[in-house]
């Protein structure tokens, strides 16, 4: 089993924490049932294990069949000692990630052309995440892992997330899963997990799980800054690469944004034959004015906090 892909977390390691960090990743890949450090002769050490343990997770999809809720931690100021719980048997795990492998393989031969351009690699794994569903309680551990996400079509903005990170990953794509919170329009904060993709040197936020909420043509959430996503994203800014203002964003590379009324009707004129498209407004709009504007028969939605309306249209047999 083999997971090569962008360490972000790991990088953000002293090289006391990263000598950790290799440690517990050769233990894990091994289904080591434990593994002890001692500090050696006279020296006194104390570690974050929690962090490391955090970046193992979030920088290895391959290590699902870790129970992380179980990870016992043991520590003296002369040794630390983890004890690892396991979901899976080791001949199980490896079966699960050959599957896991088989399905990312088979997105690549299908979906993947060798002359396409990183962007739109990018875009391709934003959309293939479209047909995953969204778990509901009670969630498995499956459901936060790229086995909930591609074996059993059902899991949390976690497994979204890694599941993005591996396919970007396959792609020679950098990619981090960011760890935050979700803000929603009722006020209710809750833990979530989306994305930072680095295109050609541009970094972006991206967050799969909420623009598969809305279905196809969804593309609220595709290659944000900071000031955007922060409408209704919380992260520590200071943790993770900071994204600006960038000409990738899907609204800004397709044209699709509105500065003023007029410019909206203009981009729903032009549309008028397109089965579905969204629009990025830039001037203060609301739910209750969408009938002042002819989208023609189908369905609209409206994003507030990222003022942006979608529409789809109504298939007429």
Not at 285 to 294: A, M, T
Request: contains cysteine; glycine residues 6%.
């Amino acid at each position: 089993m083999n997971d090569n892909g962008s360490k972000f977390y790991y990088s953000r390691l002293t090289d006391g924490e990263k000598n950790l960090y290799d440690r517990i990743c050769e233990a894990l890949l091994r289904f080591e049932p434990a593994l002890s450090l001692h500090a050696g002769m006279g020296k006194a050490f104390t570690v974050d294990t929690g962090k490391i343990m955090t970046a193992v997770l979030f920088d290895n999809p391959v290590f699902f069949y870790l129970n992380r809720h179980r990870v016992i931690v043991k520590q003296t100021p002369m040794y630390i000692q983890l004890i690892f719980q396991y979901d899976y048997t080791k001949e199980e795990a490896e079966q699960l990630w050959a599957e896991v492998e088989r399905k990312v393989d088979l997105f690549i031969k299908k979906r993947i052309k060798p002359d396409m351009s990183p962007l739109a690699k990018q875009l391709s794994v934003h959309n293939f995440l479209y047909s995953i569903h969204t778990a509901e309680e009670p969630f498995d551990s499956d459901c936060f892992s790229v086995v909930g996400a591609f074996l059993r079509d059902r899991c949390v903005c976690e497994g979204f997330a890694k599941a993005y990170k591996l396919l970007c990953d396959r792609l020679g794509i950098a990619s981090i899963v960011v760890v935050g919170e979700a803000l929603h329009e009722n006020g209710r904060r809750e833990p979530h997990s989306w994305n930072i993709t680095r295109i050609k040197g541009v970094t972006a936020h991206t967050d799969a799980a909420w623009d598969s909420r809305f279905g196809g043509a969804a593309y609220d959430y595709f290659n944000l800054c900071d000031a955007d996503i922060a409408a209704d994203h919380c992260f520590d800014t200071e943790l993770y690469p900071k994204c600006v203002p960038n000409k990738i964003n899907y609204f800004y590379k397709n044209g699709l944004i509105a500065r003023d009324e007029d410019e909206l009707r203009k981009i729903i004129a032009d549309r008028a034959d397109e089965p579905y498209y969204s629009v990025k407004l830039l001037f203060p709009f609301s739910k209750e004015r969408l009938d002042e504007f002819s989208f023609g028969i189908g369905m609209l939605r409206y994003n507030a906090a990222q003022n942006i309306i979608g529409f789809i249209k109504a298939m007429i047999e």
